[in-house]
């Protein structure tokens, strides 16, 4: 016995007087041995305590409030908020981890300018239709506005910029913008192909698609949508986690759930027909949305964290692209996503049959009867799918890989360009006093509640390098190849059921 322990503690010929001493004590009374290992011991834990919190303390966060003066009156920038900013290093944490796939898309949104760059007479003839001018100078914000945008779609865009400025302080270079406040892409690339054309001027806006140029950017209602009530993202997504613990999946109803403004498109006035009636079942449960009336009672039945109560949930376009994609996306229901025209910036990162399932927008009610069908018969692959999109939104989509995605699109762009930009006349600085401080209300809320109160203490995302040819082909070909599929099962069952009849 003597000799197995003494194998595992070296004797005095290895370890000195000290360690010899501690040997012979722990022969002749163990007990005294043991309270002494344990005062060494929490010594050691003690001082490597002591440590981490000298090394906390080392980096002092100061937070910057608004600065509101004379009132709510505030038309100058107080000039207090940090210009620059160096991440405090932390030896103990990875590097900052690789930013979502979707990431990649910010170098084909910029491809068409690779070439030639851009110049300011390109930037220049955007202004046509641009809500607004932005031009970044040393870290500081001037826009000249042009055209008031449809609610406060312009107010809320320019905020999410502000914020980012204030995340991150003196990493936004120097850049000249013009942004479209409106839904339709409109920078046709078969006006830009022709032999002689000039290269397409910048703007961005909220969504494009692949006959367009148009470089898309997150909207307005990541920091919230005063007009319908809705809370900035970060709040929303907490929220909505917390909506559906409150119903398990099996729980929910097994239809189709859709609640939305079927006159502002043909199309969804199309997926009204689908709604459940005497003569038909089609699996969906379609409603009606009057934010009028909505108002009026207190926007009580469109809470978006209380709408997850059913197994699968519609999401389609209106005009164009629609916001409510990612609400839809976040209830952990299976999402029927019919064939969409556009794209926003996070979207192109969604699979076929593993985030949502697509729904055939010329044969809408039989390919969603056919979905709630399947996906109630196979109740397991079907969480799955709601589970796959709900971790999308929630671990991808977060508020940081938002304001990540800005950070990097603007960095890309701005290295394109083939001038200094300089303050256009007229311009006014903008801030977060200039801005919110004159809001009341919803608007003022929604600002406060987004701030952002101190720079951020790590560094960006890494954005991933492009898509070569060959992979982007290959991307695109399998999403196209799983809807294919899908709309082949659809057809067949409703062959047979034909055939049956």
Known sequence: MQQRQSSNVHGPGHSGHFTDTIWRQFIQSPAKSYALFAFIFLLLVGALISARLLDSTHYNKTEYPLKCTDGNNTKTCPGTYPTSYTPEEDHDSPLAPTCPDYFRWIHEDLRPWARTG?????????????????????????VKRNIKAFQSRDTFTLWGILQLLRRYPGKIPDLDLMFDCVDWPILLKS??????APAP???FRYCANDQTFDIVFPDWSFWGWPEVNIKSWGKILKDLEEGNRRMNWTDREPYAYWKGNPVVASSRQ???????????????????????REKQKGYKQSELASQCKHRFKIYIEGSAWSVSEKYILACDSVTLYVTPNYTDFFTRGLIPMHHFWPINVYDKCRSIKFAVDWGNNHTGKAQEIGRAASRFIQEELKMDYVYDYMFHLLNQYSKLFRYQPTIPTGAVEYCAETMACPEEGMARKLMEESLEQSPKET????????????SLYDVLREKENSILQVESWV??????????S
């Open 201 to 203: 001027p910048p703007l």
């Open 270 to 292: 199309d997926l009204m027909k689908c709604n459940v009636s005497e003569g038909q079942e089609w699996n969906a449960r379609l409603y009606v949305q009057d934010w009028k």
């Open 191 to 196: 006006n830009y192909s022709v032999p002689g």
């Open 118 to 142: 851009i110049t300011r007479e390109m930037v220049e003839r955007a202004n046509e239709t641009a809500n607004f001018r932005l031009v970044i100078v040393k870290g500081r914000a001037y």
């Open 459 to 470: 560094s960006p995302c890494t954005l991933p390098p492009p898509y070569d040819p060959s």
């Open 491 to 500: 057809k067949a069952y409703w062959e047979n059921q034909t055939n049956q």
